[in-house]
């Protein structure tokens, strides 16, 4: 059996580890490290799961387990700073991260029988190739970012549990870009593809990214990147995360349109999930009802489909927060879902996000802090786990953190279903730091983009009312009415728990002006 990750192969059969096809000398137990990581990469493994599968149950020192993990890291390209492929979960164990070709069993002669495909095994994941870029111009061949980029990718989105990422050793087989799209799709079974166009003309740089369609060829998202040829480095991280954002908001868009063109007997499990999340963002009581049937129908086509069970947390929390049902039933139904969803998958952002969230609607603001930060870290390029790990720093009075928070969700993802959110943190963390002006800047912002809710527009309320405004906070009272005239101000203390009894206090006054 062989195992095949980034540029490496783990032969099982012959004991042996290769790395662009050349063997690489490892101690025994740094290659049972190995394979116990890759066999066990669903989840994460704990120092007493690897002394039982690894030196089967003897005392060992945790110097010693950090020495043979420092030894794997450094045999397959990795180490410790950059945990592309092993990486430490603190305080839990490790976690093999990267992304593993379907196994394969060898000939004779040691190759592989078939080139796994990314349609193996889950035909409705989708899952997305990231080809070597092309170089153009008077380049100096010692620039590396023509494939040292799409490598970063590759490492960068494997990071989302949702999609199914092409190793580097089957992508990089094409270099001829997206005129290759049929091919991909049929070698390679991707769905998406990601290419790249790097264009050096004397000292400066552009890269030109574009995601697309295997299928047809469309174009889902595209975007180019200028910079000094010295400033390569930090015109890579944008680009990463720029495509990692711009992936996680427009491939679910794309597969909710596909899905709309099916009737709902033909629907399969990633379908229905895609288009729940359509309906979940629309914030409204009839979509969040009509987003939790789809997710219910992805969880038994799939019962084994995490993210399907945390849509699920998120339409409760829904629920909850803008009170369109029994608060109390919801809000165990939020932290029940979104457990079911780590249970399937423990390194799944969204799970741990919606479980941070089924905190707020206990009031205990301060206890989704340890499972937002896990979002973030699991994902850095997760924009709305970014923002609401801001609005919970706001909340709690962590004002500069929870701006920063916010501006750098609104740089990940510009076009998010949820940016009035993000807009409303930073109006929560001026109301938080008794500053009304500017708080009603970027409140009427957040009210007046699509999509905001009743209570976006209480916070504009609030806002402008403190702020000497009253003609605009009685506009925005009426607008909040008109959305949801259920709403009061009690409903907004409970929704936005500020720490600080002063805010409370103000917030709670300039509500009761306007009767709610």
């Not at 089967?56 to 794997?72: F, L, M, Q, T, Y």
């Not at 080809?131 to 061949?141: E, K, N, Q, S, T």
């Amino acid at each position: 059996m062989i195992h095949r990750f980034n540029d490496c192969e783990l032969d099982i059969a012959k004991v042996e580890l290769r790395a662009n096809g050349v063997p690489v000398a490892v101690e025994p137990q740094v290659f049972a490290l190995l394979k116990f990581l890759v066999e066990n990469r669903a989840r994460v493994v704990t120092k007493d799961d690897i002394i039982a599968g690894v030196w089967g149950g003897r005392i060992v020192s945790d110097a010693a387990i950090a020495s043979r993990i420092k030894s794997a890291r450094q045999a397959i390209g990795d180490d410790g700073s950059k945990q592309s492929t092993i990486r430490t979960v603190r305080n839990v164990g490790f976690s093999f991260v990267a992304e593993v070709d379907a196994p394969v069993a060898a000939t004779a002669s040691g190759e592989p029988q078939a080139q796994a495909r990314a349609d193996d095994g889950d035909s409705t994941r989708p899952s997305i190739a990231v080809l070597p870029f092309r170089l153009v111009g008077i380049a100096d061949p010692r620039i590396p970012i023509a494939d040292a980029l799409p490598s970063d990718l590759i490492a960068e989105l494997s990071r989302l549990r949702w999609l199914f990422v092409i190793a580097r050793g089957s992508s990089f087989r094409f270099r001829g870009g997206a005129s290759q799209l049929d091919s991909i799709r049929e070698r390679l079974g991707a769905q998406y593809c990601v290419s790249g166009v790097v264009e050096v003309l004397g000292n400066r740089m552009t890269v030109s990214v574009e995601l697309s369609e295997t299928r047809g060829g469309a174009v889902v998202w595209c975007e180019q990147f200028r910079c000094d040829r010295e400033a390569v480095h930090d015109i890579r991280n944008e680009i990463v995360r720029a495509v990692a954002a711009a992936v996680e908001v427009r491939i679910p868009i794309n597969e909710a349109r596909h899905a709309a063109l099916r009737s709902p007997e033909n629907l399969d499990a990633w379908g229905a999930y895609h288009l729940g999340l359509q309906h979940m963002y629309r914030f409204n009581k009839n979509d969040n009802e009509a987003a939790a049937n789809l997710f219910r129908l992805a969880t038994e086509l799939e019962p084994g489909f995490a993210r399907a069970h945390a849509g699920l947390s998120f339409t409760c929390f829904q629920s909850a927060f803008l009170r369109y049902s029994n608060a109390a039933d919801t809000s165990e139904a939020a932290r029940r879902h979104a457990e079911r969803c780590l249970e399937r998958d423990p390194l799944d952002p969204f799970g741990h996000l919606t479980l941070g969230r089924a905190f707020w609607l206990d009031g205990d603001v301060a206890a989704s802090l340890p499972w937002l930060e896990r979002a973030n870290a699991l994902n850095p390029s997760y924009a709305q786990a970014r923002y609401s790990l801001g609005w919970a720093e706001a909340i709690l009075g962590t004002t500069e953190a929870s701006r920063a928070d916010a501006d750098a969700a609104l740089a990940l993802s510009p076009l998010d279903p949820l940016v009035y959110g993000m807009l409303g943190v930073k109006a929560l963390s001026y109301l938080a730091e008794q500053q009304p002006q500017s708080a009603a800047i970027w409140a009427d912002r957040a009210a007046n983009s699509p999509g905001a809710h009743a209570l976006i527009a209480m916070i504009a309320t609030a806002s402008n009312h403190l702020a000497g405004d009253q003609n605009r906070a009685g506009v925005w009272a009426e607008k909040a009415r008109s959305r949801a005239s259920h709403l009061t101000r009690v409903d907004f203390q409970r929704a936005f728990p500020f720490r600080d009894e002063n805010t409370r206090r103000d917030v709670e006054g300039a509500l009761a002006q306007y009767a709610f």
